[in-house]
């Protein structure tokens, strides 16, 4: 069984950076695609960004894009979510997926078999 643990989330200012990393154990890291969601409060988990079982390709929301980065480190089975150019509107609770179907290019929550217990991350104006 995987499990996910994040950490790096917390308060930062508008234009502010954080990194989120992402520990995974219980499986083989290298069989794993990882991604990352947030959820508003009220409202569905929406796709950040995910990274493939090899690192070869990624993917991120409209959103996001060109702001935050996805990286893999085998050797420490963790994932890493570099978010820059912080804005209010990304507040919300980080959440850390896996899928080890070796299938790449799900965007929607129900296509990641593990999660993360989630960690907040907050900007403020």
């Known amino acids: 069984q995987v499990q996910l643990v994040e950490s790096g989330g917390g308060s930062v200012q508008t234009g502010g950076s954080l990194r989120l990393s992402c520990a995974a154990s219980g499986g083989t890291f290298s069989s794993l695609s990882v991604a990352w969601f947030r959820q508003h409060p009220g409202k569905e988990r929406e796709f950040v960004a995910a990274?493939?079982?090899?690192?070869?390709?990624?993917n991120f929301g409209a959103s996001v894009k060109g702001r935050f980065t996805i990286s893999r480190d085998a050797p420490k089975n963790t994932v890493y979510l570099q978010m820059s150019s912080l804005r209010p509107e990304d507040t919300a609770v980080y959440y850390c997926?896996?899928?080890?179907?070796?299938?790449?290019?799900?965007?929607?929550?129900?296509?990641?078999?593990?999660w993360g217990q989630g960690t907040q991350v907050t900007v403020s104006s």
């Open positions: 997926a896996a899928d080890d179907s070796r299938h790449f290019g799900g965007t929607t929550s129900s296509e990641f078999d593990y």
């Open positions: 990274i493939s079982w090899s690192g070869r390709n990624q």
